[in-house]
């Protein structure tokens, strides 16, 4: 069921590229700030490096807004990630693909005439308060950043 802006975002818990646990409502609590949580299939694949690294190239831009990038690959890869492009935002490892499926975006896919089950390339604008502000699905990564220049203007 896809997330509609002014419907809280799900809270969540999850490792870090540094093993340490994050949890999202303690990240809006702390830094009273929005969150741009977004969902991708897989830590340096072309898209994904693509879009991640275009957030990057913006954080200077999107004023306090936090990045939080999520997949299922283990804190260990996520670091190489991000240790590799130089990202400097948080990455967060979703093995079991539970938040994911909290937020809608696990489902199916298809690549090659072959179906399977995968991260739905989405991502969402939290306000401080919690609530989804903005939800972009299937969301490509070429459109990732100025789609959120634009909802933050």
Same mark, same amino acid.
């Given at each position: 069921?896809? &997330?509609?802006?002014? +419907? ?9 590229? =540094? ?15 929005? =969150? ?8 340096? +694949?072309?898209?994904? +490096? ?7 190239? *913006? ?8 990045? *939080? ?15 590799? =492009? ?10 079991? =693909? ?13 690549? /090659?005439?072959?179906? /399977?089950?995968?991260? *739905? ?15 972009? /699905?299937? *969301? ?8 959120? &220049?634009?909802?933050?203007?």
């Amino acid at each position: 069921m896809p &997330l509609e802006p002014g +419907t809280p975002a799900p809270d969540f818990t999850l490792l870090d590229q =540094h093993g340490e646990p994050f949890r999202l409502s303690a990240s809006l609590a702390v830094r009273g700030t929005r =969150h741009f949580v977004y969902f991708y299939p897989r830590a340096d +694949t072309g898209g994904c +490096t693509a879009q991640a690294c275009g957030l990057r190239d *913006v954080l200077d831009r999107i004023g306090g807004t936090e990045v *939080v990038g999520i997949s299922p690959d283990e804190p260990g890869a996520q670091a190489r990630f991000d240790v590799k =492009h130089g990202l400097g935002f948080t990455l967060l490892s979703d093995p079991d =693909h539970a938040v994911a499926e909290s937020y809608g975006t696990w489902g199916e896919k298809s690549l /090659y005439g072959r179906t /399977y089950m995968g991260v *739905v390339r989405s991502a969402f604008l939290v306000d401080p308060s919690g609530a989804i502000e903005a939800a972009w /699905y299937k *969301v490509s990564p070429k459109r990732t950043v100025s789609q959120l &220049l634009q909802a933050l203007r």
